[in-house]
């Protein structure tokens, strides 16, 4: 029955003759690179050894066939078939492995192309190996236990298994795995982009209903308008969690496509699970459908006595759910242009940088300052200032308490002002309090920053700047020197009178020459540290083209010398020639 499998095959003619399995064939075709070839073509002696060394390098499970199936080397004028080794004509039972020699064909250009591709895809391979789920790794043709009958229906298995996986694919090759895993990566970035945005907008539906829950529902006894806002809110809520789910099933296979691994549980690390875990807390916090009341401590107008007070506990959860904003900044990173280019992520990974929600954030503070900070604040305020208001809403106090006074309270925190005449009485409007101050400490010192940065002159400003002092000093430097040399002339001029009168005027131009000495001095040196200013202000690609001009200049001139050093050794040898010509007939003559 083996044998009747075996004779359909195309890789085995004439009864079990070669062990080449469907993989080493379609590497065959991948190294002779002919999409038509022919299942009964014999296989040459040079290619079939380079198939071998290839598949080595590519598999170390299959690289190695029985002694009894390794072609022992033959002269010219033997046959081109292989030969078994037992007498009968079978193979061995428990055959032994030859070591992998050194023949003349692995020079040929076929096999130096695949020892290439061994060192860039052999340990690849063998990686991926490893990654294998446990009892799917390939078994060795070595085994003893293993006939080469048996190999070769265990082979048209997997060939039949591997066409069923490619859906009517034929030719398999390491071009169609990648090309594989290529597509399936961009299909699976474009899937967690969806999902992401789904979270997004479900959280983002999520707490407008709470909110609107609160605001007008507030103070009232259970209406149909809070069972709906209610029950909407759980909807959402499980449909949130159901997307972080599958965001990071999504993420856990692109990670299973990046390292070749086929068990999810390799991928999944600790700091992974902690994420997910977190996640789905976060976003399972909903105000329940029953109103439950908890207790919580109030601070009196005096300041020194406090009171407990009942407040709903769906108020404290309204406040939480907030935490679900956090998806905000997932979102913008993956919607980002830097994120949905492709070139852009290439020359991240080259420079070891992962574009990630804080390169993003950089990048924006750094293109658009003012604009992020300004929407960062507005933003800001909004939420803490609701914060604030659920939070002292419940102080005992029949009164509502008034969303202008609670986003007035959050400005000057904010700005840390604080002019006292709106307090928080509540531990909770405390703890919001502290949030607001510390992050307009931050934000106060990014926004004197950008300023400070905005008011820095440019590299083009600096150079015109320093153009026109050095405009200005020249022309002041001319002046001096034009004062020095006429109050010279009138001190010579003066310096033979005898009247007190050009006494009087020696003296005085005597005077201006000095300070004018010193002006000439001052102008001097403020020349120069314009010109030290200048030169740290040069262009450094102005520097590196005049640099890579001077080498080129150099390098003709190397190979111009070059080049009159051969034509002189020319001469010398065309000289050394005729003088060897003239010298022949003298040293006959001479004998």
């Known amino acids: 029955m083996a044998t009747e499998k075996a004779s359909e095959l195309p890789f085995a003619k004439q009864g079990v003759r070669s062990l080449i399995t469907p993989k080493r064939y379609a590497r065959k075709i991948l190294l002779s690179g002919n999409k038509s070839v022919d299942h009964d073509t014999e296989l040459p002696e040079s290619n079939t050894r380079n198939i071998r060394y290839f598949s080595l390098a590519l598999d170390p499970h299959e690289g190695l066939l029985p002694a009894s199936m390794e072609k022992p080397p033959v002269s010219p004028d033997t046959s081109q078939e292989w030969k078994l080794s037992d007498k009968d004509g079978k193979v061995s039972s428990s055959p032994t492995v030859f070591p992998v020699h050194q023949h003349s064909e692995e020079r040929n250009p076929l096999y130096e192309v695949s020892n290439e591709y061994m060192k860039i895809i052999g340990g690849q391979q063998v990686f991926k190996s490893l ?87 507030y103070g009232a006894q259970p209406t149909v308008w809070s069972v709906v806002c209610h029950s909407a809110s759980i909807c959402v809520t499980v449909a949130l969690v159901i997307g972080i789910i599958l965001y990071h099933a999504t993420q856990l296979q692109i990670s299973l496509n990046r390292t070749g691994a086929d068990d999810w549980r390799v991928a999944m690390t600790a700091t992974q699970w902690i994420q997910l875990c977190f996640e789905i ?3 399972s916090i909903v105000p329940l459908p029953v109103n439950f009341m908890v207790t919580w401590t109030v601070i009196k107008e005096d300041r020194l006595t406090v009171q407990s007070v009942s407040a709903p506990l769906n108020a404290i959860l309204s406040i939480l759910m907030l935490c679900r904003l956090y998806l905000l900044g997932r979102f913008m990173a993956l919607r980002s ?26 990048s924006l503070m750094y293109e658009h300052p003012i604009k992020v900070l300004l929407l960062f604040t507005a933003v800001l305020w909004l939420v803490m200032a609701w914060m604030f208001r659920q939070c002292e809403r419940f102080n005992g106090s029949q009164e509502d308490y008034l969303f202008s006074n609670a986003i007035w309270f959050v400005i000057i925190t904010f700005l840390s002002i604080g002019y006292g005449d709106v307090t928080p009485t509540t531990y909770c409007g405390r703890g919001v309090s502290i949030t607001t101050g510390i992050i307009g400490a931050g934000v106060s010192s990014a926004v004197i920053a950008v300023i400070s940065r905005q008011m820095e002159l440019t590299r083009a400003e600096k150079q015109v700047n320093n153009f026109m002092s050095e405009t200005k000093l020249s022309r002041q430097c001319q002046h001096v020197a034009a004062k020095v040399l006429q109050n010279r002339w009138f001190i010579h001029k003066y310096s033979s009178g005898k009247s007190s009168h050009e006494l009087a005027k020696l003296r005085s131009y005597q005077k201006k020459f000095l300070a004018a000495i010193n002006e000439f001095k001052h102008v001097k040196w403020e020349q120069r540290k314009t010109n030290e200013e200048g030169n740290a202000l040069v262009d450094v690609a102005k520097m590196q083209k005049t640099m890579h001009e001077a080498l080129f200049d150099m390098k003709k001139t190397q190979e111009a010398i070059l080049n009159r050093v051969d034509a002189l050794c020319h001469a010398m040898q065309m000289l050394n020639a005729a003088g060897q010509c003239i010298m022949e007939p003298v040293k006959v003559a001479q004998q």
């Open 337 to 362: 242009k830097q994120f949905q280019d492709a070139a852009t992520r290439s020359i991240a990974a080259l420079n070891r940088i992962t574009v990630d929600f804080a390169f993003i954030l950089k």
């Open 131 to 217: 990654l294998k789920r446990h009892g799917e790794q390939r078994p060795s043709l070595t085994k003893a236990s293993l006939s080469p009958q048996k190999a070769v229906v265990q082979s048209t298995r997997e060939r039949k298994q591997i066409r069923r996986k490619h859906s009517g694919i034929t030719k398999i090759s390491l071009e169609n795995d990648w090309s594989m895993r290529l597509r399936r990566r961009k299909i699976l970035f474009y899937r967690r982009i969806k999902i992401n945005d789904y979270c997004f907008l479900m959280a983002l539906a999520g707490i407008a209903i709470v909110v609107l829950e609160n605001e007008f529902a």
């Open 281 to 283: 807390v976060v976003c």
